[in-house]
C-alpha cells in the first residue's frame, strides 16, 4: 500500500441516524422532492438495465440552460465530492502546493494528500479568509468554499479576486450557494484557471442521488471529462435532476422557508446566550460545550459535532435548518440543556 494511506483519516460522515430521530446533522433539505421530480425518478426505473448516457448531454443541456453557461464548460461527477477528486486529479503534482484555508470541508485534504500535495492550511479566524498570504504561497491548487461549511459565511469577493490572480488554480466550492446572496460563476467564465462547484445535494434535495457539476474553461472541463468514472451518475439519478431544474420555483419556495428559518433559529439561539455564526447557508454553527452532543442525541435530535477542526478551538455545533417543528425541537432541547448545566 502507498505510505500516505497511513496518514490519511478517513473522511467523518457523522453518526448514521437510526428510528425516529430528528436529523439536522448533513445540511440535507429538509423537504421531499417535488412531485415532477419523484414521477421523473419512477419513471427512468424501466430503463435499468440500460447504461445511462455516458455523455450526460442531456443533462448538461439543461443545467446549462439554467446557468446560461456554455455547455462544454460544464463537467459532471457522482456527487461534487467525486469533482473535487477529479479536480485534484486533473491539476495537482506530487509536491505541488495545495492551498486549503482553514476551518473549512475535510474531503479537499484528503484528495489533495492522495495527490501527496504539499498542503498548506493557513487557518483564518472563524473563515475570514485573507489574501496576503496566497500571495506568498503561490499555490499550484487553492480551495474555498463560500459559504464555507461549517462556518456559514462568505469568502469575500476582493479575497477572491486577490486568490485567483495568485494561485495557477482555484476550485471555488459553491455547495450552499442558492442559500446566499452573492455567487462567483463569473469567475469560472472569466478566467481559465477558477473551478466553480456545485451540488444537487443541498438546494435541490437529492443528497441520496449522488450529483453534482463544475463550470470551468472548455480545457479544464474537457480533463475533467476525460478522467472522471464513466457512467458515475445513474440514469435514474439524471432524470430526477433535470426535472429538479425544471421544478425550481417549486425549491426556491422551499429556499424562503429555509431561510427565514435560518434567521428565526439564529434570533433564538442567541437569545439562549450562544455565539452563533452568521450563516449564508442552510446550517448554523454555535459554539457550545462537549456534553452538549449527547444531551441532544438523548433526546433524539441529531446535529454535528464540530471537533479537531483547525481554527475552531473547543467544540461547536452544526445545527442544519430543518423543519419548523424540528427547529423548534432543538431550540427546545437546547434551552433545557442549558437550564440544567447552569443549574449543575
Ligand atoms: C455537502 C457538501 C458538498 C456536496 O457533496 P456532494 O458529494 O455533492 O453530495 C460539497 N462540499 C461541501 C463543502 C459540502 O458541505
Known sequence: MRGVLRIINPYDPGIIPEGQVVNLSSNENPYEPSESVK????????????YPDASYSKLKKTISDFLGVEIEKISV????????????????????????????????????????????TPVFRDYKVEAEIFEELKPKLSIICSPNNPTGNKVKRKV????????EFVLIDEAYVEFSDEHFLQFALEFDNVVVLRTFSKF??????????????RELTEAIEKIRLPFAISGVAVEAAISAIKSFDYYADL??????????MAKELMKLGLKVYPSYANF?????????????????IMVRKIENVL???????????????????LIEALRSYLCESSAD
Do not use: Q
Open 160 to 167: 477572491v479576486e486577490k486568490i485567483v490572480e495568485n494561485s
Open 204 to 217: 435541490f434535495g437529492l443528497a441520496g442521488l449522488r450529483i453534482g457539476y463544475a463550470i470551468s474553461s
Open 77 to 120: 461527477g457522482c456527487g461534487s465530492s467525486e469533482l473535487i477528486s477529479r479536480v485534484c486529479d486533473v491539476v495537482v503534482e506530487e509536491l505541488d502546493t495545495v492551498a486549503v484555508p482553514m476551518p473549512s470541508y475535510s474531503l479537499y485534504l484528503i484528495y489533495a494528500m492522495l495527490r501527496e500535495a504539499n498542503i498548506v
Open 255 to 264: 429556499r424562503k422557508r429555509i431561510v427565514e428559518e435560518r434567521e428565526r
Open 311 to 329: 481554527g475552531l478551538e473547543g467544540t461547536h455545533l452544526r445545527l442544519t435548518v430543518g423543519r419548523k417543528e424540528e427547529n423548534d425541537a
Open 39 to 50: 414521477r421523473a425518478f419512477f419513471d427512468s426505473i424501466a430503463k435499468i438495465n440500460r
Open 284 to 300: 448554523l454553527l454555535v459554539k457550545i460545550d462537549e456534553r452538549a452532543f449527547d444531551f441532544l442525541l438523548g433526546k433524539g
